[in-house]
Structures are given as C-alpha cells and as structure tokens.
C-alpha cells in the first residue's frame, strides 16, 4: 500500500479533492470573528492540508443559513425523523413560494477566507435535494413538481456562477439525501410526506446535473453525502447499494462519501463509480475522539472497486456541522486531521 505509482502526485496533488481532504466545518471558538478564521485557515495549513475552509464559522447550521437566504424559503420545527441524545433538534427548511437565487449567498464569506490563504480555498454550501428532502412533497407549495426543481437548479447555477466570479474553484454540495435514503425508516417518511422513495435519487441527480451545466471548466465541484452529524448524533443507516448508480450520476467531479462505521454498509457499491470521478473515503470519524489504527487496510479495501489513484482520504463529516459542534475536543479535532494527513502521506507516497 505505501508504493507510489506512476502519475500519482502524493500529497502535492494539485487538483482537489486533494489526497488528504476534509468535509469542511471545524470545532467553533468560543469567540467566532474573522481573526478566528485565519487562525483556523493557519492551523490547517500547518498541518499539511491543501483544501483550505474557514471552519464554516461564518454561519450557524451547515445548510440552513443558506438555504434560508433563497426567496421562497422558510424554516420550521423539525417533526422527524430525530437525532438521538438529543433533545434539540435543527429545523427544516420548507419552501413556501417561488425559489430563487436573487442576490448573492455567502459570497463575502468565500471572499474573505480566499484572502487569508494562497492555498486553495474550499467552500461549502448545501445541495439543492436538501430543499426537498426532510419535509418532502407536503413541504413544497408548488402545484407542478418539475417547475419546482426547475427552479431550485437555476437558483443553483446563479449560486455557482456568482462563487465562480469571485475566484471558487473548489466548491462542495452537502447532501445528506442519498445516503439518508438507504434507511428503511427514512424510506417510509418520505412516503408519508408524499414521496416515492425509489424515484427520488435520480430526481435529485438530474436536478444537480442541471444546477451543474454552467460550471466553469476550471471550477472542481465536491458532494459530500453522510448519514446526519449533530452533536456526535446521526439519524440514518443502511449501504449505499441502494441509491449508488443514481448518485454517481449526479455529474460531480468527486464524491466525499462516509464509511467510518457498519451503519455505512461495506465499499461494493463503489462499482458503480465512474472512470473519471473521484472518491474521497470519509473512514475517520468526526464523532469521537478515537484514533484510526485500520486506514491503510480500509483504503486498501477500496481499491478494489475504484483504482487507488483515483482515491483520497478525509474524515466522514465535519466535526461542527451546526455551532454546536461534536463530541470532541479542539485537540483531538486536530489528532485526527493530522492522521488523515499523515496517513495520506503514506498511502501515496
């Protein structure tokens, strides 16, 4: 596993996703300002990281200040499915007019974090299945459902667009929905909400496809999909066998996909991954404190499926998906990145 081959660049990859990557959002400070950004983008460069984020501390919830910001958009009390341990719960979002992208979201925030590195910044917004997803069709006051995703794609490539313009070249979608949709029970809300579970992930594909038409050809676009991340507490389970071929079709360049534990299922369903796409293995976990000791074996694992160069490694999630952050400490945050680097080292030498 620690051989190099040919055409592998190691950790000087230049192209994201990079060898050693990660999600995006980092343990908040307890004074979030700008000052604290650039001491996270510092430790992050520190430690050998070349996808450069600003912690997500420019905003509270990891999809809903921006979703919240697109006119048509409202939030509301969460009725399931829960996270457990916890008694708060996040909201969700529900659309309640006409989705549009009317002036720019979170584009200052990209700005000032690409003035604090000569790195390459990465940024993060929600995908727009998560418009969709958790209230379903009872959420959506629109009476024809393709004019509805019609409408969340173009919102989507004036976002693009608009982070484009100001020099993103790395941009990720957060979306919990493919893989929240392996899960039995979430299969059976979403039909209660007025939804055919099976014909969902290939509507959210071909809505991501079409928010991604416009993408400049310099610009590597990231999915990040996982199974809910909120105080070290998750929502669903299940492999990703069920929504696999429809997800690689969704026309990102690279897949951040989470299998730090069995409620991930195990790597078959990377099979179906095309030749020109790249899989970012989420095998450390942003849950708990404890240190990887099988990563090498894992990855080795993988690349059965999907050749080894055209594999990377990063944590499953962020550690801080909402302010309140995970069950770690800012140290051990930094153990495990540091193993994701350290190992990536190895791995491609």
């Known amino acids: 596993m620690g051989e190099g081959r040919p055409g592998i660049r190691g950790q000087g990859r230049l192209n994201p996703p990079f060898r050693a990557d990660h999600v995006g959002s980092l343990l908040r400070p307890r004074e979030v300002n700008r000052e604290a950004i650039r001491e996270v983008v510092a430790r992050q460069e520190a430690i050998g ?53 009317a002036r720019p979201i979170m584009v200052d925030d990209f700005r000032f974090l690409k003035s604090c590195t000569r790195r390459t910044a990465k940024f993060t917004i929600p995908s727009p299945s998560m418009l969709h997803l958790r ?9 024809d459902m393709d004019e509805f995703w019609a409408d969340a794609a173009a919102a989507y490539r004036a976002a693009i667009a608009e982070f484009a ?52 050809a310099g610009m590597t676009i990231a999915m990040h999909t996982c199974r809910g991340n909120f105080k070290s507490a998750w929502v669903a389970e299940g492999g990703y066998e069920p929504v696999a071929e429809a997800m690689f079709s969704s026309g990102v360049d690279a897949f951040f996909m989470e299998f730090d534990s069995s409620r991930a299922g195990g790597f078959e369903p990377l099979r ?11 095998l450390v976990s942003s849950k708990t404190p404890r240190l990887e000791t099988d990563l090498e074996q894992r990855i080795e694992q993988a690349a059965r499926y999907v050749p080894l160069e055209r594999l990377c490694l990063s944590p499953q999630c962020g550690f801080s998906s909402t302010h309140h952050g995970n069950k770690l400490t800012p140290d051990e945050q930094w153990r495990k990145l540091c193993l994701v680097v350290e190992t990536a080292s190895e791995v491609w030498k």
């Open 49 to 101: 990281l070349q996808g450069i984020t600003d912690g997500e501390f420019s905003r509270q919830w990891w999809h809903l200040d921006f979703l919240s910001q697109l006119d048509g958009v409202t939030l509301r009390d969460n009725p399931g499915p829960r996270f457990g341990g916890t008694e708060e719960q996040p909201p969700i979002p529900i659309v309640t007019g006409k989705v549009r992208y």
């Open 135 to 143: 209230a379903g069709r009872n959420g959506i006051a629109y009476d």
């Open 165 to 216: 313009k100001a020099g993103c070249t790395y941009l990720q979608l957060d979306d919990v929905a493919f893989a929240y949709l392996c899960d039995p029970r979430i299969r059976d809300t979403c039909r209660k909400n007025g939804d055919d579970p099976d014909a969902l992930p290939a509507r959210y594909a071909a809505t991501i496809r079409e928010a991604l038409k416009d993408k400049p």
């Open 272 to 282: 179906f991954v095309p030749k020109d796409k790249t899989v970012v293995l989420g």
